[in-house]
């Protein structure tokens, strides 16, 4: 699978400091001074390793501009270390007060029991006791034990997610201390505020209306801070609905965000932070308000922060605790206030951030939203009316071809006709007498029943229909499998295409009747029907797989909806596309340069939340790709498993934030080309795929080439990216999935550039290679 990053103002992809590229001129990839100020024996730089001899007193540093480590979402250095076996040696830390303040403290970490080979290091920052992680400037490796041979270094970074200890063992040289909490001294900041109070309110949000419980106030707009939407966006993208950084900074035991609410479950020193840009409030807005729900006896801090002028660090930051602001829980959802008049000292026309710290118990929080005037007000959403399914129905008129039992599930290895069927690992499969149950955990997981070891003609059952006996949730869809055009399983794409149709649109309490006509596929080369796309964990049993020529009395046969072309492989005779997905915007350039020199052109899929946000400078990106004749498409809003979302409505929220977002950025474009993250198919993401892009006809683009960065460009081999591509291409593969996410996946381009042209197939765009009329002549 794939899966795209951007940069953000909370970390989604590790920083890297050093390949030590730049030895020579003593410069690290953040362009600031590197040295061992000729305290090594010798040292050398090569393929990305530093080779070095060091002596007793010998150093190596690395000076970084300062950097907001912990608000930016870091959470350890990273390194590759080799050593002699039993060594050690000691990492020193450097961090101010603040940025702006002018000395540095030092902390230190001493690494032992070094093995003697290459040893991927990750030592995470709340290792250093007392360390203000948002002011590090430098750090030095020094108190090399064993000096009488060789070590290397490689691959400096911060690293991103759960940051666990790593080997070398290691123990701290430093007095062991409380680690820093959030308090009214450690408000949380960031580099620069995002967006200002008078521009938060144009980002894209659900629409909201105030409730009639309260006086509305005229003179302000009601802001919305965050109306939790969406999982992918705050837990992924670290984003509130301001398109402001929001993030527990990885202390939370978990987020989970379900029907416009999040439950924060704590462990100890838990914090959540949402920030909101530079709202002025002053003569606007009294206060914030929000639903809890939390149980009797909970507790916690609100902490809200100001800054002196926007874009500066905080300057203030105002603690009141639940009992201070007269919160009492009892087990029910209520509203609550946070009266800005309880926060004296906050400068309120400049403020930054709301932090919760301090949680005894798990809460969960509604829609937060500064309100306006004295009076609390709720910001109460309101949600677009998605047609009831189905929207009209038609008769079901009879077929000629005979009944085709497919499946009776009176054996775990074979259905009816002889054929595999099985699931995909990790689905819960339960066999019982003619019945098999089946729960999934992930929209990704499919169960399939194999019509033929083939290819199967069911072209006499065009006017037939696919029969399904069930019980329970009818939360799936079905796809109808087509082989590839040689019908061979060795070659890609296996399978060639389907097409997925919404059980739950054709079903009564115990049948399902699908038209096969509705299935727009290549009825002479059928592989397989697939159940797939499951976005409820609830239990489906099925009894019965068929194909039967008409439908009982009184069933009546919804129309068939657009659901697009799912695509793995080019259409035009001899082509070859790369499809790249977002990636780090420092990469840009070195990939345009890299298809520039190439001569080529490609399809860049974009993510639309971080075009909006200007620190990604990913608008900038991908105008300038467009404007160089690359083709630029769809990745949805936030990045989710589309068909996992739970209804209609959050899957049109991703799409047309999505199309807004592109449009808006991007000079008004508009396409009907979708990259599905993650590669989650299903009949609603296709659906609704096509009702937002107003053509019938959207191309669902995945791939028939995966270099499997996502696997590999992190790890010890990252050369295995180069084996991925050359075998999917020897299998057939003319269609690439890749991120411009990694270094090593970057630098790997004009090898799958050169290994593409050895084909002999021409390189050209995804539209190009589809053959669409509207792209622009090869």
């Not at 980002?203 to 302000?220: E, F, M, V």
């Not at 710290?357 to 709720?378: K, Q, V």
């Not at 079905?478 to 296996?494: D, F, K, R, T």
Request: include cysteine; charge should be neutral; glycine fraction near 6%.
């Amino acid at each position: 699978m794939s899966f795209a990053s951007v940069v953000l103002g909370a970390c989604t992809s590790p920083l890297l400091i050093d390949d030590f590229s730049k030895w020579s001129s003593n410069r690290n990839l953040l362009g600031l001074f590197t040295s061992d100020d000729g305290s090594l024996l010798s040292s050398s730089a090569a393929n990305g390793i530093l080779t070095f001899n060091p002596k007793f007193n010998s150093y190596i540093y690395e000076n970084i501009p300062c950097q907001e480590a912990k608000s930016n979402g870091y959470t350890s250095i990273q390194f590759n270390l080799k050593g002699s076996p039993g060594a050690s040696m000691t990492l020193e830390m450097q961090a101010r007060a603040s940025c702006a303040a002018p000395s540095y403290q030092s902390y230190w970490y001493t690494l032992n029991n070094i093995t003697g080979s290459t040893q991927a290091v990750t030592v995470p920052l709340v290792d250093f006791p007392g360390l203000n992680s948002n002011a590090i400037t430098a750090f030095v490796w020094s108190s090399f034990k064993n000096v009488t041979s060789s070590w290397e270094l490689s691959n400096i970074q911060f690293g991103c997610g759960t940051a666990v200890r790593s080997s070398p063992s290691a123990s701290l040289t430093t007095l062991p201390s409380k680690p820093l909490a959030p308090s009214s001294t450690t408000g949380i900041t960031r580099p620069t505020p995002k967006l200002s109070a008078s521009n938060a309110a144009t980002q894209p949000r659900s629409s909201g209306t105030i409730s009639d419980a309260a006086t509305t106030s005229t003179t302000c707009p009601n802001l919305l801070i965050d109306d939790w939407v969406s999982q992918s966006r705050l837990t992924f993208l670290y984003y509130n609905a301001m398109l402001q950084p929001s993030s527990d900074d990885m202390t939370m035991g978990s987020i989970v965000v379900s029907d416009n609410r999040v439950t924060l479950t704590p462990k100890s020193n838990s914090y959540f932070y949402s920030q909101v840009g530079c709202v002025n409030a002053k003569d606007a807005y009294g206060g914030i308000s929000l639903r809890i729900k939390a149980p009797a006896g909970t507790s916690f801090t609100v902490q809200i922060s100001s800054a002196s002028e926007c874009g500066g660090v905080n300057t203030a930051n105002v603690d009141q605790t639940t009992s201070q602001l007269g919160w009492q829980f009892n087990g029910q959802e209520q509203l609550y206030n946070i009266p800005l008049s309880k926060y004296g000292k906050l400068d309120i026309s400049k403020i930054t951030t709301i932090l919760f710290s301090g949680l005894n118990n798990a809460i969960t929080l509604g829609p937060l939203a500064f309100y306006c005037g004295s009076n609390p007000i709720e910001y109460v959403l309101s949600h677009p009316s998605i047609p009831n399914n189905p929207e009209t129905t038609v008769p079901a008129p009879p077929g000629n071809a005979p009944s085709m039992m497919i499946d009776e599930f009176g054996s775990s290895e074979r259905n009816s006709l002889g054929f595999w069927h099985g699931g995909d690992e990790s689905m819960t499969l339960t066999w019982a007498a003619n019945r098999l149950s089946i729960s999934s955990p992930d929209p990704d997981y499919s169960f399939y029943s194999q019509l033929s070891a083939t290819c199967a003609d069911l072209s006499k059952y065009e006017n037939s229909y696919l029969h399904i006996a069930y019980s329970g949730s009818n939360a799936f869809s079905v796809a109808l499998q087509q082989h590839n055009s040689q019908c061979n399983e060795n070659i890609v794409p296996y399978p060639e295409t389907w097409d997925s149709l919404e059980a739950a649109r054709y079903a009564s309490a115990t049948d399902i009747y699908i038209p096969m006509s509705h299935f727009n596929i290549i009825k002479a080369r059928v592989l397989g029907i697939a159940l797939k796309g499951f976005y409820r964990s609830d239990v489906t049993n099925i009894s019965k797989i068929e194909i039967v020529p008409s439908v009982p009395n009184g069933v009546t046969i919804p129309k068939k909806l657009p659901s697009g072309n799912l695509i793995f492989a080019c259409k035009r005779p001899n082509s070859f596309a790369f499809a790249i997905d977002d990636g780090d915007p420092v990469f840009a350039q070195q990939v345009m340069q890299t298809i520039r020199n190439a001569g080529i052109k490609v399809t860049f899929f974009t993510v639309g939340a971080p075009l909006l946000d200007a620190s990604t400078n990913l608008t900038n990106v991908y105008r300038e790709m467009a404007a160089q004749g690359h083709q630029i498409a769809l990745h949805s809003f936030t990045h989710p498993k589309m068909e996992g979302l739970p209804s209609y409505s959050a899957i049109d929220w991703e799409y047309n934030n999505d199309i807004d977002a592109v449009s808006k950025q991007l000079n008004g474009l508009h396409t009907p080309y979708f990259r599905p993250p993650f590669g989650t198919e299903g009949a609603r993401m296709r659906q609704r795929l096509a009702v937002a892009t107003k053509t019938d006809n959207p191309y669902i683009v995945n791939w028939s080439v995966d270099v499997q960065d996502w696997m590999w460009a992190m790890t010890g081999t990252p050369e295995k990216q180069l084996e991925a591509f050359q075998n999917d291409v020897d299998k057939g593969g003319n269609l690439v999935v890749m991120h411009y996410l990694y270094k090593s996946t970057v630098d790997y381009l004009p090898r799958f550039i050169e290994i593409a042209k050895k084909t002999g197939k021409k390189l050209m765009r995804v539209d190009q290679c589809m053959m669409d009329p509207n792209a622009p002549p090869l």
